[in-house]
């Protein structure tokens, strides 16, 4: 059955912090893997990967998968009030182009 | 990326009733994807909707109690039929983008809540 994990599930830390969030992922007939931010109700779209090794930034943000040990992750440095939300994971697959999604990581950074 | 406007943003029903979500996208898509976000859940897929065709639908979804329409290429519909409070959820309108559908957008939202 495809899966998708995340870890930690919830994270506080302090701003000007670097954090690095964890996504591991079991999907078979794998396309790219996708990374959200949702802080209200609709997610918005951050990064998708489909190459290892390839690293994705914007600002702050960046992001890089590892399709033999079936991982990514997103890193934040110089995290802000405005980065609290919660970081969604998904595979999409091949196959009628399913995208199976993560738990999320909830993110709370304090001043 | 494409526009994608979903009303109501919110809204509060009482048990036994049934809501129609609109998601209206800026440009012609071929499939829109309908999906729920459960408190304190990730977001679960309910079905797939394409235009000329009946809706595909996930794992634990029925038709019955989600029906969906797609009349075109930019609108489609869910209605959430016979309501309990066990359907109060976030409910998103997804679509693809990318030079081959690589991406998927989400619309704004429908917060409900089912008293």
């Known amino acids: 059955e495809d899966k998708v994990v995340q870890s930690p599930l919830s994270l506080v830390v302090h701003e000007g912090d670097t954090v690095t969030l964890n996504c591991s992922y079991e999907v078979t007939n794998f396309r790219s893997l996708l990374w959200y931010k949702q802080e209200k109700k609709a997610p918005t779209f951050l990064f998708m990967l489909t190459s290892s090794g390839i690293e994705k930034k914007s600002g702050r943000l960046s992001s890089i998968l590892d399709k033999k040990e079936l991982f990514s992750i997103l890193n934040i440095t110089a995290t802000q009030t405005g980065d609290s939300a919660i970081y969604l994971c998904a595979g999409m697959k091949t196959s009628y182009d399913k995208v199976i999604f993560g738990p999320g990581t909830s993110l709370s950074v304090i001043p | 990326s494409a526009v994608i406007s979903q009303k109501p943003s919110r809204d509060i029903c009482q048990r036994g009733t049934s809501l129609t979500i609109q998601c209206q996208v800026d440009?012609?898509?071929?499939?829109m994807f309908w999906y729920r976000q459960q408190p304190g859940q990730s977001l679960t897929l309910i079905a797939t909707?394409?235009?000329?065709?009946?809706?595909?639908?996930e794992s634990g979804f029925v038709i019955d109690k989600f029906p969906i329409s797609r009349p075109n290429l930019t609108f489609s519909t869910l209605t959430v039929s016979n309501m309990s409070p066990e359907d109060s959820s976030i409910y998103l309108c997804?679509?693809?983008?990318?030079?081959?559908?690589?991406?998927?957008?989400f619309g704004s939202g429908t917060q409900l809540s089912v008293l």
């Open positions: 909707a394409n235009q000329g065709s009946e809706a595909t639908y």
């Open positions: 440009s012609q898509v071929t499939m």
């Open positions: 997804s679509v693809e983008e990318g030079l081959s559908n690589e991406k998927l957008f």
